[in-house]
Structure formats: structure tokens, C-alpha cells
């Protein structure tokens, strides 16, 4: 694990239909039918060195979507010819990238460093470590449980949020569409890594740029 190698990932050249997310690159390339999905799905397994390298492919009718790695701490450099490769087989398919369409979202539960309690979470919800501090689930369709560790001095008020990590030029259209669906921003310190929203009743959600947007200058 090593925060150099989705660094040297955000700096690369010819990457660009991917998005950096908290669990790591991601790409969803749209095509024409669910047949069209598993025949790109099988050129794309044929990758040289994808095999085995922990790789989730999700079809759909109109699109696949190739996630690298289900953690950001485990993109490394080599990652970066593996996603050049699966964009070319994307090309030649006539399948075009789409950067919108890519996000994750993930569960933050926070809590106090002795009162952290990931093990019951993997158990309720039948996920399967990542990380020391994640939960996330096996078949690659739920959203990855964070442990939060609050500082020691720092009141518990909300337990648990919502961070949706999208592309970096996705986030002030994401921004905007939450806030006329009636969201407020409540915290804009930490912009343009990421703001904080609340609906009504006061429930949180983090709208991420980090980590795609640490290259915003790319």
C-alpha cells in the first residue's frame, strides 16, 4: 500500500477516461447492448496482466465499468498500462468513455478510537476487509464502509455520512443539482476537496473531488 502509486496514477498521460475515486480508478465506457457489455468484458480479461490482478467489471445494457482496484491505497504504477490497455480495447469496440456516469459512494461511520467497531460491521453486512479501517462488499454492488476515527476531544454528533467521490469537473454540477433538490451546504472549508450538505432533517453528505481533483492542473 503506498499513496505514491495513485499519485503517479493522477499524473500519467493517457488516462484520461479514468477517474480516481476513493476506492481507486474507475472507468465506464458506454456501449449499445448488454451483448455488446460481455463481448468488451471478455476482450478486456484478455488484457495481459489483468488476470488475477483484482480487477471488477460491471455490465450493464448501455455500459461496462472496469474498476481497477476496490482501494485507493492499492493503486500503484503499474495500474496506469493496465488502464491505458483497457481504453484501447475500448476504442477499438467503438465504446466511448464517460466520465460522468463514474462514482462511488461510501458509508463513513465515525466514532472514538476504542469504540471503533469494524468487525461488526463486516458481520452485519457481510463485507469483507479492504483495509484495517473498511468494510466492503464482495460482489462489488454495495457501497464501502469507512471507520471514521473521530479525535478524542471532538464531540460525536453525527455517528454516520454519505461520501460521494465523483470526477473533479462532475463536482460543482453535482453540487448544484443537490442544493436546488433542497440540500444545503453546511461546510465549505474543505473546498474543493470536498464540501459538506445536509437535507432537511440535518443528514450529512460529503460531495468529494479528492481524490481525482489533486491533479486539477493536469
Known sequence: MSERGWHEFLAAGGVDDWVVLHGGATAVFRVSSLSEAASMATAVA????IGGAGVLLTLGDDRVTVRLTRDIWTLESDHVELARAVSAVARRRGAAPDRG????????????????????????????????????????????????????????????????SVAREQVEARLRTAVAAGGRIVDDSHAPSHWTLSDRAGNRVCICAWPDGLASDR
Open 101 to 164: 456516469a463514474v462514482q462511488e459512494v461510501q458509508l463513513a461511520v465515525a466514532a472514538k478510537a476504542d469504540a471503533i467497531d469494524v468487525g461488526f460491521w463486516r458481520a452485519v453486512l457481510g463485507y469483507v476487509p479492504m483495509a484495517d479501517d473498511n468494510a466492503i462488499d464482495p460482489l462489488g454492488h454495495g457501497s464501502t464502509v469507512w471507520m471514521q476515527e473521530l479525535d478524542q476531544s471532538k464531540a460525536l454528533r453525527h455517528a454516520m455520512h454519505v461520501d460521494v
Open 46 to 49: 484478455k488484457v495481459p496482466g
